[in-house]
């Protein structure tokens, strides 16, 4: 049974740092893409940044390129976001994900493609 369990998230301000971790088992983790979602209140889920098998390739929204830097370890099963320069609208629950497939490229942005998903953890960024 594939178990994703997410952790580090809280209320910071405007501007702070905060970085999430994703803990991974039942899986083979090294063979599959993993992805970051949010979901705001009363808005869908959207896409926030995945991370290939190997760690060699990563793709980001828009709205948090530049700002928030995704990261595995394989030997220790898990996948991390390092999120910057925090900002009132990053404001959500924050999903970690494992993709359907293994070893899929190119990365998928989409919620449909990744097929186990963590409980969510709270970011809350206030001004």
């Known amino acids: 049974q594939v178990q994703l369990v997410e952790s580090g998230g809280g209320l910071v301000q405007a501007g702070d740092s905060l970085k999430l971790s994703c803990a991974a088992s039942g899986l083979p983790f090294n063979l599959y893409a993993m992805g970051w979602f949010r979901q705001a209140p009363g808005k869908e889920r959207e896409f926030v940044a995945t991370?290939?098998?190997?760690?060699?390739?990563?793709n980001y929204s828009d709205s948090v390129k530049g700002r928030f830097t995704v990261s595995r370890d394989n030997a220790k099963n898990t996948v991390s976001l390092q999120m910057n320069s925090l900002k009132p609208e990053d404001t959500a629950v924050y999903y970690c994900a494992a993709d359907r497939l293994t070893l899929r490229m190119p990365l998928s942005t989409r919620s449909y493609a990744y097929g186990d998903w963590g409980q969510g953890t709270q970011v809350t960024v206030s001004s």
């Open positions: 991370i290939s098998w190997s760690g060699g390739r990563t």
